[in-house]
Structures are given as structure tokens and as C-alpha cells.
């Protein structure tokens, strides 16, 4: 077929880095993974108890496109008592597939072809490609690991044109696992504020803060309706498969992204809405177990890398290591590549994220204690031919 059928938009974005490396991975054997971003623990049993449950009880049919009420309203509850946001139920909040498709939504409900999004890097894979299907133009900031992966707000200053619509804040960071104290957040609001700017905040590893405190940038006055707040459940409660996420905002946002959901996506599953409902009600113990258990991997991964040469930034949020493998010689690709192939460990390279992670690799700790410490000593044995 002639390839001049596929929109040239499309064309123009490559393949997901990281699914690639997930593919490679599927087809092999014995390998210890530290590459896709997905918690090795199970569902908590009374959440899966609930979808079952719901099943039994005959819950499979279409809901709100908007999502369960009875969820919204936890949610709403649940936000509140975080972060002191106030979101009405019924018109400021929206259910999605996942908060991918809450990102997408975010972009192709605001953006116009032609408008600038600023988008710090390194950062998760999906954002300029969203922006790009929607018509409209990233604008990178290369973040540094001596900024400990931050972005300045005069950094932002520098890239805002009149041409310029939002600002994509992803805190805790996913790759670096970077996270931005309150003060920092307040003067990226001023700014904002300054030039009347929209924020689209990723915050789904929000409950994965190991040093200090997270800190939503629409709780800060006067930024609520300038923010669209960005969540879901697959992190802090192991639901990854469930593709559940939500979105809040003002509500004329939140109406134009139920738009394009009712027509795209029509509702999420009533299934894994249920469970949601379960997991927000009485899911708090089992993500302080999980972030218990994370930390715990945070700090043996982190010593380690720094140990064996690769100089790591401490990750103060996420389930990410982001360890530097310049002095080896290799680039992010092929130290990835000569690792899987040689030591059966997979990780990520850094550039899939943008070229500020370019000379870095991301290592999920997602993996079990004792196949992250197996994956050390491989690590550790493939490095000494380089360093």
C-alpha cells in the first residue's frame, strides 16, 4: 500500500522507545527486567474482590461518559483531603482510560495547530507525540541532573512565546523520579500566572514520595481553574492493566475532553470503575506497604549504581533510577542493548525520553528486591569491561 495514506503527522512520530525494549523482552528468556515502568506487586485482593463482585452482581454496562458518579465523588472526597482541592463531582471531573488518554484529551481539548506547548525533558514518551497529533508545536526544556532533573522557572521564561498555550509539569518525574518542593512550584505558578498560561499536570505517582512532601500545583491559590489535574490508579495501587485515570479541572475544560472521550472512548470500564471505587475507599494500607517496599529498592539501587561507577542522581519520588553511563563510552542505546544481550537485564535508554536523556539509562525498581540485586551484579559485571 501507498504510504502516502498515513497522515504525515503520524509518520513523523516514531515507535515508543520503551515498547520496543518491552517487546525484545517478551521474546526472550530469563531475563530480569528493570525496563517498563509496571509494579511488580498483584491488584490488592480486596480490590480485585470488589470487580468480581461486581461482575456477580451483573455490572457491565456502559456508565456516564463522564464516569461513575458514585466514583467522581470519591474521588472528589479523596483529592480534597490531599490537597484541599474542592472539584464539583458532577461537571469538574472526568473518568478516563488511563491517564494517557487523560493527557491525550488534556492536549486535543485546548490545543490549536500551531500553539506551543512547553514540555521539560527528559520525560514520559507520550507527551510530544500528543502534541504533535494535535496540530501543535513542543517546546523542550532540557532539565539537568545538577538541577536534580528540575525545571526553573526562569528556564520556562526563556521558551515562552506569544505562541505559547501550556505547560506540561510531570512531578514526580517519570523517568528521573525527580519531585518539586512547594516553593519551587510556586515560582513556576508565578510565572504562569504572569502569562496566563494552562498547566496540564501528570501527577500519577503523586503517593510515591519517598523524601519530603508532594505538592499539587492546583492547590496553590488562584491556580485551580489554570490547571488540568492529571491522576489515575495504576501506580500507587498496582493497576496498571485496569487503564483506569481521571482528570479534573475547570469545568468547561473537563467538558470539551469529555467531548472527544464520548466519542473516541465512550466511557471507561464499569468493571475496573468499581474496583476503583474500592481501592480509593480502602486502599490507603496496602500503597503505604507498596511505597514502604519501594523505598526500600530505592536505596539498594541507588547505593549500588553509585557503587559500581555509574554515577546516579537520587530519585526522591517514582519507581525510577536514572544512573549516568557516560564514563563507560556507550551510548544509552547500545550500553541497553549489549546488556540485554549479554547479561539478560533490560532497561530503558535514556534518550527515548528525549535527548536530555541522552548518556543516561532509566532502571525501574519495580522489580523485586532480590531480581534487582541479581540485576546489580550483572550490571556491575558488564560495566568493569567499560569503566
Known amino acids: 500500500m501507498d504510504e502516502t495514506i498515513i497522515s504525515d503527522r503520524v509518520k513523523s512520530v516514531p515507535k515508543s522507545g520503551i515498547r520496543k525494549f518491552f517487546e525484545l523482552v517478551m521474546g526472550m528468556e530469563d531475563i530480569i527486567s528493570l525496563g517498563v515502568g509496571e509494579p511488580d506487586f498483584v491488584t490488592p485482593w480486596h480490590i480485585?474482590?470488589?470487580?468480581?463482585y461486581s461482575l456477580e452482581k451483573g455490572y457491565t454496562m456502559y456508565t456516564s461518559n463522564y464516569g461513575m458518579l458514585e466514583l467522581r465523588e470519591e474521588l472528589s472526597r479523596s483529592i480534597y483531603n490531599d490537597y484541599g482541592i474542592n472539584y464539583d463531582p458532577l461537571t469538574?471531573?472526568?473518568?478516563?482510560?488511563?491517564?494517557?488518554?487523560?493527557?491525550d484529551l488534556a492536549i486535543r481539548a485546548t490545543i490549536n495547530p500551531g500553539d506551543e506547548v512547553i514540555i521539560p525533558e527528559p520525560c514520559y514518551v507520550a507527551y510530544k507525540p500528543c502534541v504533535i497529533f494535535a496540530g501543535g508545536r513542543p517546546v523542550v526544556i532540557p532539565t539537568k541532573v545538577e538541577n536534580d532533573f528540575k525545571v526553573l522557572p526562569e528556564e520556562i521564561e526563556e521558551k515562552i512565546t506569544p505562541k505559547t498555550k501550556a505547560i506540561v509539569l510531570s512531578y514526580p518525574n517519570n523517568p528521573t523520579g525527580a519531585i518539586l518542593d512547594k516553593s519551587e512550584?510556586?515560582?513556576i505558578a508565578d510565572v504562569v500566572n504572569e502569562h496566563d498560561l494552562l498547566v496540564i499536570s501528570d501527577e500519577v505517582y503523586d503517593k510515591l514520595t519517598y523524601s519530603g512532601k508532594h505538592y499539587s500545583i492546583a492547590s496553590l491559590n488562584g491556580m485551580k481553574d489554570k490547571v488540568i489535574y492529571l491522576n489515575g490508579f495504576s501506580k500507587a495501587y498496582a493497576m496498571t492493566g485496569w487503564r483506569l485515570g481521571y482528570a479534573c479541572g475547570n469545568e468547561k475544560i473537563i467538558e470539551a475532553m469529555m467531548k472527544i472521550h464520548q466519542y473516541a472512548a465512550l466511557c471507561a470500564p464499569i468493571m475496573s470503575q468499581m474496583a476503583a471505587i474500592e481501592a480509593l475507599r480502602r486502599g490507603r494500607r496496602s500503597y503505604i506497604e507498596m511505597?514502604?517496599?519501594y523505598n526500600r529498592r530505592r536505596k539498594l539501587i541507588v547505593k549500588r549504581l553509585n557503587e559500581i561507577g555509574l554515577e546516579c542522581f537520587e530519585p526522591k519520588g517514582a519507581f525510577y533510577a536514572f544512573p549516568s553511563i557516560k564514563k563507560t563510552g556507550l551510548s544509552s542505546v547500545e550500553f541497553s542493548e549489549k546488556l540485554l544481550k549479554e547479561e539478560k537485564v533490560a532497561v530503558v535508554p535514556g534518550d527515548v525520553f528525549g535527548d536530555a536523556g541522552r548518556g543516561f539509562i532509566r532502571c525501574a525498581y519495580a522489580a523485586s528486591f532480590e531480581d534487582i540485586s541479581i540485576a546489580l551484579k550483572r550490571i556491575e559485571r558488564f560495566s568493569k569491561k567499560f569503566l
Open 48 to 52: 480485585r474482590e470488589a470487580c468480581i
Open 92 to 103: 469538574s471531573i472526568l473518568v478516563t482510560v488511563g491517564v494517557s488518554e487523560a493527557f
Open 185 to 187: 512550584i510556586e515560582g
Open 291 to 293: 511505597v514502604r517496599e
